[in-house]
């Protein structure tokens, strides 16, 4: 009989957007948040978003758990660049980041929640998995 680890047996357990965001924070494990003046690291994020909701700021709302206060700003992200800026091993890893994303996810985005006086801004990465909601990396951003 093959014993499991507890980590084998909880593996096994999570779900497809879960266990595929842990392995894009995995990636991302040394990577700061490019889009932040400080250091944040990113998180695993998933949510459920019907397939047929816009990734929009209207549609992002309710999945993203942002209220009203906020404004989102949804934009295509752009991890090459983000590798071109950075260079060494970093880019690798954005660069590695970036293709592994887009080869699972659809509809990739950068989302900021933003609000008047506020500076540590909620921020995401994320895409669609067809069928089964939303899936990426959330960190925070310091913005002054």
Do not use: C
Not at 43 to 48: E, G, I, K, R, S
Not at 53 to 70: H, N, T
Not at 107 to 114: G, P, Q, S
Not at 129 to 137: A, F, I
């Amino acid at each position: 009989m093959q014993q499991t680890s507890p980590e084998s047996t909880a593996a096994a357990a999570a779900s497809r957007p879960e266990r595929l965001a842990r392995a894009f924070s995995l990636i991302a494990s040394d990577l700061s948040n490019p889009w932040d003046e400080s250091t944040d690291r990113f998180l695993p994020f998933h949510a459920t978003l019907a397939d047929d909701v816009p990734l929009d700021a209207q549609g992002l709302r309710a999945a993203l758990d942002v209220g009203e206060r906020f404004h989102l700003d949804v934009e295509d992200p752009n991890l090459g660049e983000v590798a071109d800026n950075w260079g060494g091993d970093d880019a690798v890893d954005y660069r590695l980041l970036d293709a592994v994303m887009r080869a699972a996810l659809t509809d990739l985005k950068l989302v900021f929640a933003r609000a008047d006086n506020v500076v540590r801004v909620r921020t995401w990465l994320l895409g669609r998995l067809p069928g089964e909601g939303l899936v990426g990396l959330r960190t925070e951003s310091t913005e002054t």
